[in-house]
């Protein structure tokens, strides 16, 4: 069970390689209970979905979503 992560918010879209690489290291970190590091990368994921919102690629409710889910 997550201590951070709301599993109950399914991701079903597409996500850039650099957005799942922050979500592998935000699992990670879940996992061992990492604080500083957990929230460290929440804001990174937070600042990163940002600028793929003003590219394009991910739409504004896809972003919050992934901002509910690991935030």
């Known amino acids: 069970m997550s201590k951070w992560?709301?599993?109950q918010i399914v991701i079903d879209f597409p996500v850039?390689?650099?957005i799942r690489?922050?979500?592998?290291?935000l699992?990670?970190?879940d996992k061992e209970e990492d604080v500083y590091f957990y929230f460290d990368r929440s804001?990174?994921?937070e600042n990163a979905t940002k600028d793929y919102?003003?590219?394009r690629v991910l739409t504004e409710e896809?972003?919050?979503l992934l901002i509910q889910k690991y935030s």
């Open 5 to 7: 992560i709301d599993d």
């Open 62 to 64: 896809q972003r919050e």
């Open 21 to 25: 690489q922050i979500i592998s290291e």
């Open 27 to 29: 699992e990670k970190y």
């Open 53 to 55: 919102v003003y590219e």
């Open 16 to 18: 850039p390689s650099s």
């Open 43 to 45: 804001e990174w994921l």
